[in-house]
């Protein structure tokens, strides 16, 4: 239980500074809010979805409690660098040990991918995760793992996530412009 608990705080961090984002729906593996619309793959039953209210998707994986979740949202703070959005993911995190931090190419647009091992609140996690921007819209896809669990829940990740996830067209997204 305590680890749930701070699975959740570590969630709640990784949140802190952005906007709460307007509730959508999943359904068959499509994400859709008024804001952005986009695909992934089904996870498997150990994954049960969270409600967390700053995020469009979050899961848990009972089995060796892994956190995924996807973000997408469309304000003002999508004007900010990739390596400020990534400052803000962090806050909270100690102990920092980036394995990865690479610029690629994803869904053709920068992104920043990062691998890491961090400490909140004296427990270690390992981290890795995707910042991008499309659109005028920012987005964030996750995982944060217990160490020993990680390379488990990262073939997960990689499979039913990040290789799946595609950004639909139909959603009216906003466009910011300077």
Excluded at 31 to 49: A, H, I, W
Excluded at 88 to 112: A, V
Aim: aromatic share 12%; with cysteine.
């Amino acid at each position: 239980m305590r680890v749930f608990v701070l699975l959740l705080i570590i969630l709640f961090l990784f949140n802190c500074s952005v906007e709460k984002t307007t509730k959508g729906f999943y359904l068959d593996g499509i994400y859709k809010n008024k804001e952005v619309k986009y695909s992934m793959g089904e996870l498997p039953d150990e994954c049960v979805r969270l409600d967390v209210e700053s995020l469009n998707m979050a899961f848990y994986n009972k089995k060796n409690n892994g956190i995924i979740y996807t973000n997408g949202k469309c304000n003002k703070s999508s004007d900010n660098s990739l390596k400020v959005l990534q400052t803000h993911l962090l806050i909270g995190f100690k102990n920092k040990k980036f394995e990865t931090e690479e610029l690629i190419k994803y869904q053709k647009r920068d992104c920043l991918h990062s691998v890491l091992t961090a400490e909140l609140d004296g427990i270690e996690r390992k981290i890795n995760y995707y910042v991008f921007k499309k659109d005028g819209c920012l987005f964030d896809i996750v995982l944060i793992s217990p160490p020993e669990f990680f390379e488990e829940n990262n073939k997960i990740f990689s499979e039913l996530i990040i290789n799946k996830f595609k950004i639909l067209k139909g959603s009216n997204i906003k466009v910011f412009v300077k």
